[in-house]
Each structure stands twice: as structure tokens, then as C-alpha cells.
């Protein structure tokens, strides 16, 4: 039995955990801090399927199914298809940087350990945060778009959303405060649908592409000719469609985020040198499928002028906040859009209920390793991290500004949240890896050595990096236009958009000042403790495959070829 074996079945006894440090000489003052003590040990209840699918299921969610939508009213067809493939490959050159430092050590605390270790401990520490902030404003923002679907049934003007927001909220807290293992099999279920809805959706709206609906109307390309296939915003001509389709670049990225949850959860694969490259590759032709085609087809099937768009400019009172439902209606299918409604609304129940349960471990992690108030570490005798758990429940009740404001401008401003916290996270990585290939040519580390090399290199790092950058500063460029059809400086979206930014410097330099630590030296940085214990791992793990014979090997073989892939 491996020593990853021996975790799993929840062996912490102080033994084994003595054995381990004197294994690994050279273990560094944070992982000190993570021997047991009583009541702050989380239970190993969550099996592989388990964290693949919170991991899939978290970044299939609102991004995609509703976002869109505002994509399509503001930008136009091409433009979305355009900024979702280029966002794609950002986020694919962004797994590749991290494949390559996980494979290379597999670290339980996931990319912020990476920074601590090739850049800076207080890089390690504002991502840290960001990373918190970032799942503690995506969980309202879920509880919004769950209040927006269903003022497709019921407008706020009949039922205020706060009902709905609140029956939500106690929903995923129960949930979470139930224990891991019955919030894994609960999660795997409800992301298994998702995978098995947005497979079927992207089958329909080919059919209907097609002609082949009941309407019998081949739309084809109908839409990218009238309206058109670019929407123009703040200004006409070409300025105005480079405008919207800048502006659509937020919600690629808004959709996409959530794809780097492979970097959280590579402390728990078994033999992490296949099984991440792996990941990396298919992220890939996920990318391909899920976005980019159904982004593809969404936009044949929907007219940005639609007024059954919630995000259009003049929307009918009957809008849909998903313009997948909205495709359906054109194609007048009867009580469809009723049913794809309510699943849209399992997706973001889902999406919440998985947010909620990373924010809660992200900020127990950080008091683990003595960098947020030490009861936050605290469990029960579940394993539950109730306090942690509590105080990122807490700031989901933001989602109550809906009571107030309209769910759409509410919606807007938590994109705009979540997605500058989440371009802080990818710039983190991207940094980490550029320290890590300095690292490694520093200490003679030949490239070939890797398990896994990104393909484009530090090359990539460096352009995925800038355009991050790019993204962060101009991403909400509207907020300084002093225009007549769309109003002058608005100052909700504009601290909404670039809050994350003095915040997260401030995490750095605070961290600077108060601890006086420094960046990491190329031929200092520590590549190699931990590295002996993954090998060990490794053998054992290719010993007990190979004992385990063909047999095994076939008895997988339909499932690898065929349906791996999607997960």
C-alpha cells in the first residue's frame, strides 16, 4: 500500500507524520505548520471522480450559460466567437505553465505553494487571498443568475429575488455543512447532469442550425448577415464594433474561469506525472467543445437584437437570462424552454454549491499555514471547516444587493469582480512559472527531464502574461467614456472592475513590509523537496498497476477511449 494509499484511508497519526519529516530533510517552515492537531484535520472522504467533477462542474457554470447572453446583446456573434477562442488559448497556454511545475512537484498547497517557493512567499500570499476573494464573490454572483432565471418565470415585480436568493443560500450551506463525502457524491451527480445538458444542448442547436427543428427554418448563417455579425457599442463604424468586441473579452474570461481548479487538486492524483499531462492536453479539446462550439452555435440561433435577450438593450418582460433558452423559443419547440430553464438553474445551484465549498478550504488552508486568524482552522467531528465555512457564507449574503437593484446590473458588477480576481490568480501562475524556468536554468535543470514541458515554453508565459495584463487594465474601458447614448464615469462599474488591483498589491507589499521577506533567487529556489517522496509514490503506484495485470487495463479501455476525455 502507497503512502498516498495510507492518507486516503485517513491514517495522521503522529508517527507517520514523524517518519515523514524525517524523509524530507529540508521541510519548509509553512508545512510545519500543518501537522495534526485536534479538530483542524479535514477527512479524505472525496474520491478521484469526485474532485474531477467539482473541478469540471465549477467551470461549466454561469460564465457560459448566461454570460453569454450579455456577450451576444453587446458584441455580436463573430465578436464572441472570436473572444472566446483567443481567451481559450490564454487559458490553455496558462494550464500549460502550471502542468509543468505540477508535474514536476506535485505540491499539496497547489499553485500558491508554487510562488512561494520559485518566486516570492508574498506572491504566495496575495494569491492566496485572491484566490478566496475570487470563490467569495463567485457564490453570490450564482445566487444572482439563479434570482435571474427565474424571473424568467416569475418577474421580481411578483416575487422579490431575496426568496429565492435566501432558499438558495441555505441550500448550499446545508449542503456544505453536511460533510465532504455526502457534498462529493451530492456535486458528482449534479455535475454528471450538467456534462450530459450542455452535450445535448450543443446537439439541438446544430439541429436547429440545420433546419431540422419543428419551425423546418435552416438559419445557417442568417444572423452573421442582419443584424449582423458585429454589434457596435459607445461609438458607430469600426471603432464601435472593436469596442464591443473589447468589451466581450470580460465575459471569455468570466467563462473560463475556474479551468485552473486542476492546480488545486494536484496534491490528491494518483501518479500526478501522468494524470496531470494528461488534464493539461484535454483542457484543451474541452475548450474546443465546450465553449467554443457551443459559442459557435448560440450565436447562429440568436440575433444580438433579440429582445427575448434579459441583456438586451429594450428585453420584453419574458426575457431569458440564458440566450440558449432564447434559441429554443425562436425555433417555437413547445415547453423545451421551460425544461432547459430549470436545468440551467440545477447548473448554477451546482456551480454555487461547489464555489462555496473551495472558498470555504481555500481560506482554511490559509489559516492552516498561519496566515489568516488561527479558528478558521478548526473542524468538527465531521472534518467540516465550520468557522471557515461560516465566514465565507457570510459574504454571500451580498447577493441580497438584488433586493435593491436590478439582478442585471447586480450580475454585472460581480463579472466584474470575479473576473479581475481571476486574471490576478492566472497572472500569479504565470509569474510563478517564469521564476520556475529561471530556476531551472539556473540550477542546470535540462528541459528534457521534465515529466511535462509546456509547448510554447516560457515564450508563452511571457505572451499568455501580457495579455492578461492587457486585459486587467483595459477590461472595462467604457466606465471613462463621456458619451450621450451611454452616460458619463460610472463609478459602481469602475470599483467593481479594478478593486482586485490595489488590493492585490497591496497583499504583496503589506506582506513585504510586515514579514521582510524577499524574492526567491533563481539558484536558490528549492526544486527539489518533496521530489524523492512523488518518486516513491510513482514506483508504487506503476508496481501496483502492473500487478493488477492487462485485465484492469481492458476492463477501462471503452471508458479512456470514449468519455475520459470529457472529464
Not at 435552416?218 to 459607445?234: C, E, L, M, Q, V
Not at 515554453?457 to 492587457?470: E, H, R, T
Request: glycine share 8%; hydrophobic share 50%.
Amino acid at each position: 500500500m502507497s503512502v498516498s494509499d495510507l492518507r486516503d484511508k485517513g491514517l495522521k497519526s503522529e508517527n507517520f507524520v514523524a517518519n515523514e519529516r524525517r524523509d524530507g530533510e529540508a521541510m519548509d517552515a509553512e508545512e510545519n505548520q500543518l501537522l495534526p492537531h485536534n479538530h483542524v484535520e479535514l477527512h479524505r472522504a472525496l474520491k478521484a471522480r469526485h474532485i474531477t467533477m467539482i473541478a469540471i462542474g465549477g467551470a461549466i457554470g454561469t460564465g457560459l450559460i448566461i454570460g453569454t447572453g450579455e456577450a451576444l446583446a453587446k458584441s455580436g456573434p463573430a465578436s464572441i466567437l472570436i473572444s472566446y477562442a483567443w481567451v481559450g488559448f490564454i487559458v490553455y497556454l496558462v494550464m500549460c505553465a502550471l502542468g509543468e511545475m505540477a508535474t514536476w512537484l506535485p505540491l499539496p498547497s497547489g499553485f500558491t505553494g508554487y510562488a512561494v517557493r520559485f518566486c516570492d512567499p508574498a506572491l504566495g500570499f496575495a494569491l492566496g487571498y485572491t484566490y478566496w476573494f475570487k470563490y467569495i464573490i463567485t457564490t453570490p454572483n450564482q445566487l444572482t443568475a439563479g434570482a435571474l432565471i427565474i424571473q424568467y418565470w416569475l418577474p421580481a415585480e411578483k416575487v422579490n429575488p431575496g426568496v429565492w436568493i435566501t432558499i438558495f443560500l441555505v441550500l448550499i450551506v446545508s449542503i456544505n455543512y453536511f460533510g465532504v463525502k455526502f457534498f462529493g457524491e451530492f456535486e458528482f451527480w449534479l455535475s454528471s447532469f450538467k456534462i450530459i445538458v450542455i452535450l445535448g444542448i450543443i446537439l439541438l442547436s446544430l439541429v436547429l442550425m440545420l433546419g431540422s427543428g419543428p419551425d423546418h427554418d435552416r438559419k445557417g448563417f442568417r444572423y452573421w448577415n442582419d443584424p449582423g455579425a458585429f454589434n457596435t457599442y459607445i461609438a458607430d463604424g469600426a471603432a464601435g464594433r472593436f469596442y464591443a468586441f473589447w468589451s466581450s473579452m470580460v465575459n471569455a474570461v468570466f467563462a473560463y474561469l475556474g479551468t485552473e481548479l486542476v492546480g488545486v487538486t494536484v496534491g490528491e492524483a494518483q501518479n500526478p506525472r501522468r494524470t496531470i499531462p494528461r488534464a493539461i492536453k484535454l483542457t484543451f479539446y474541452r475548450i474546443l467543445v465546450f465553449y467554443v462550439l457551443t459559442v459557435f452555435l448560440v450565436g447562429t440561433l440568436v440575433p444580438f437584437n433579440s429582445k427575448k435577450l434579459a441583456f438586451a438593450i429594450n428585453a420584453d418582460s419574458s426575457a431569458a437570462a440564458s440566450p440558449f433558452v432564447v434559441a429554443i423559443e425562436l425555433a417555437s419547440i413547445p415547453a423545451l424552454p421551460h425544461i432547459l430553464n430549470a436545468a440551467i438553474l440545477v447548473f448554477v445551484f451546482s456551480a454555487a454549491n461547489s464555489d462555496l465549498y473551495i472558498a470555504t478550504r481555500t481560506i482554511y488552508g490559509l489559516a492552516r499555514e498561519g496566515k489568516a486568524p488561527s479558528f478558521l482552522a478548526r473542524t468538527d467531528r465531521r472534518g467540516v471547516p465550520v468557522f471557515a465555512l461560516a465566514v465565507s457564507s457570510l459574504v454571500s449574503l451580498l447577493a441580497y444587493m438584488n433586493v435593491s437593484s436590478n439582478s442585471k446590473d447586480v450580475f454585472g458588477y460581480f463579472v466584474d469582480l470575479v473576473t479581475i480576481f481571476g486574471l490576478l490568480t492566472w497572472i500569479s501562475i504565470l509569474v510563478t512559472h517564469i521564476c520556475f524556468v529561471r530556476a531551472r536554468n539556473a540550477q542546470n535543470v535540462p528541459r528534457k527531464s521534465l515529466a511535462y514541458a509546456a509547448p510554447l515554453g516560457v515564450a508563452g508565459s511571457y505572451g499568455a502574461l501580457a495579455f492578461c495584463i492587457l486585459i486587467s487594465l483595459t477590461k472595462n474601458y467604457d466606465v471613462f467614456t463621456h458619451n450621450k447614448k451611454w452616460g458619463n464615469f460610472d463609478y459602481k462599474t469602475f470599483i467593481t472592475a479594478y478593486l482586485g488591483i490595489p488590493l492585490y498589491l497591496i497583499l504583496i507589499f503589506g506582506y513585504k513590509l510586515a514579514t521582510g521577506c524577499k524574492g526567491v533567487e533563481p539558484g536558490k529556489a528549492d526544486l527539489w523537496t518533496g521530489r524523492a517522496e512523488v518518486d516513491r509514490d510513482e514506483a508504487e503506484y506503476l508496481v501496483r498497476r502492473e500487478a493488477q495485470g492487462e485485465k484492469h487495463a481492458q476492463s477501462h479501455w471503452l471508458y479512456r477511449t470514449f468519455v475520459s476525455w470529457l472529464f
